[in-house]
């Protein structure tokens, strides 16, 4: 008899210290569940940050030394000789058969651009 009556007063003393420690595991589990979704959300908005800051437009002489790809398409308020001077080549009209005048360039309108070697060089 005696065993069972002391294998009851430790399971209730085991019962004792488990009902103390679950509210005590639920509240740590809840304190880091919160600063586990702070650091998300600081890590999205500074990402989201960084990648507005890399969608900036070029200015200056960044924009100038920006390489042209290969098919252009002409933009708003660009004539064929700011392109010629943006992307260094002076022979648009020559390569591009389609423009019969040059006069008249147009937003949208798709051009070869083929860079002098010297800016190729410099790549």
Same mark, same amino acid.
């Given at each position: 008899? =005696?065993?069972?009556?002391?294998?009851?007063?430790?399971?209730? =003393?085991?019962?004792? =210290?488990?009902? %103390?420690?679950?509210?005590?595991?639920?509240? =740590?589990?809840? %304190?880091?569940?919160? $600063?586990?979704?702070?650091?998300?959300?600081?890590?999205?908005?500074?990402?989201?940050?960084?990648?507005?800051?890399?969608?900036?437009?070029?200015?200056?002489?960044?924009?100038?030394?920006?390489?042209?790809?290969?098919?252009?398409? $002409?933009?708003?308020?660009?004539?064929?000789?700011?392109?010629?001077?943006?992307?260094?080549?002076?022979?648009?009209?020559?390569?591009?058969?389609?423009?019969?005048?040059?006069?008249?360039?147009?937003?949208?309108? $798709?051009?070869?651009?083929?860079?002098?070697?010297?800016?190729?060089?410099?790549?």
């Amino acid at each position: 008899m =005696a065993s069972s009556s002391s294998s009851s007063s430790s399971s209730s =003393a085991t019962n004792k =210290a488990t009902s %103390y420690w679950i509210p005590v595991a639920d509240t =740590a589990s809840w %304190y880091c569940a919160i $600063v586990l979704l702070t650091l998300i959300l600081v890590g999205s908005i500074r990402e989201n940050n960084s990648i507005a800051a890399e969608e900036e437009p070029f200015r200056g002489s960044q924009f100038l030394s920006r390489p042209c790809d290969e098919i252009y398409v $002409v933009g708003e308020g660009e004539t064929l000789n700011t392109i010629s001077d943006k992307c260094d080549d002076p022979f648009i009209v020559e390569r591009n058969p389609h423009i019969h005048d040059p006069d008249d360039v147009f937003p949208g309108l $798709v051009i070869k651009i083929t860079p002098s070697k010297t800016r190729k060089l410099l790549r």
